[in-house]
């Protein structure tokens, strides 16, 4: 079935380390977004990707990489920069038309210790 | 800058009972409207969305949502309410102008049987 999936769902980490989350869709979709949840606090967009090779910064972009080097996959890494990194982490995809809706995955909960 | 507010942290409802579920948006061009529902650890799900023409907006498991562009609300509704509705709903906004889908801090439905 076509989706987006996100691994790993649950992942622990020491402060200090680097930590990759995966995301990786088979809708053929252009577009990819990655957002954080907080508590009370909504979905804040981090990063954005309309193509490959290409990406955008959004919100809540410090403290956290990414890349683009296939249409399929958009990996987020959370750096020992970003100073509270303890969220859940949710990517999403659109397809071609931009009034489109955005599909997600089931997210990936990172807690630091 | 675009923007949505929901304004309630948290809506309860007799199961049977119709619900409302609010949101105001602000954008600079045409907005582009969306409801989505999240249930615990999940992913986001979307019910549905306002580009243009009609006002009220048919989505899915029988949610509805009307625009009003003097107001710059689209809430969210239901004429009867279920126990199985109980989940936490995001009102986002797509300023026409640009790629990035903003989100509400979401607000908690809670159906009481």
């Known amino acids: 079935d076509g989706g987006i999936t996100q691994s790993p769902k649950y992942l622990f980490r020491k402060e200090g380390q680097n930590v990759t989350l995966s995301c990786e869709q088979n809708?053929?979709?252009?577009?990819m977004y990655w957002y954080r949840q907080d508590p009370g606090q909504g979905l804040r967009l981090i990063y954005y990707?309309?193509?490959?090779?290409?990406?955008q910064k959004g919100d809540i972009a410090e403290g956290y990489s990414v890349s683009r080097e296939k249409k399929e996959s958009f990996p987020l890494t959370v750096t020992s920069a970003q100073k509270n990194p303890t969220a859940f982490y949710l990517c999403?995809?659109?397809?071609?038309?931009?009034?489109?809706?955005?599909?997600f995955g089931e997210g990936s909960r990172l807690t630091v210790l | 800058a675009q923007s949505v507010a929901q304004p309630e942290d948290q809506v309860n409802v007799a199961e049977g009972n119709p619900l409302t579920v609010k949101c105001t948006y602000s954008v600079s061009g045409n907005p582009y409207l969306f409801w989505y529902v999240q249930y615990p650890n999940r992913g986001l799900q979307f019910l549905l969305k306002y580009i243009t023409g009609d006002n009220l907006v048919k989505g899915s498991y029988g949610f509805e949502a009307e625009f009003n562009k003097s107001q710059t609300s689209f809430h969210l509704k239901k004429p009867s309410a279920l126990v199985s509705d109980s989940a936490l709903y995001f009102c986002?906004?797509?300023?026409?102008?640009?790629?990035?889908?903003?989100f509400g801090t979401g607000t908690r439905l809670q159906v009481f049987p």
């Open positions: 990707s309309q193509i490959v090779n290409d990406f």
């Open positions: 999403a995809s659109r397809g071609q038309v931009i009034t489109g809706e955005l599909f």
């Open positions: 986002a906004v797509r300023d026409g102008n640009t790629d990035k889908l903003i």
């Open positions: 809708l053929n979709h252009d577009a």
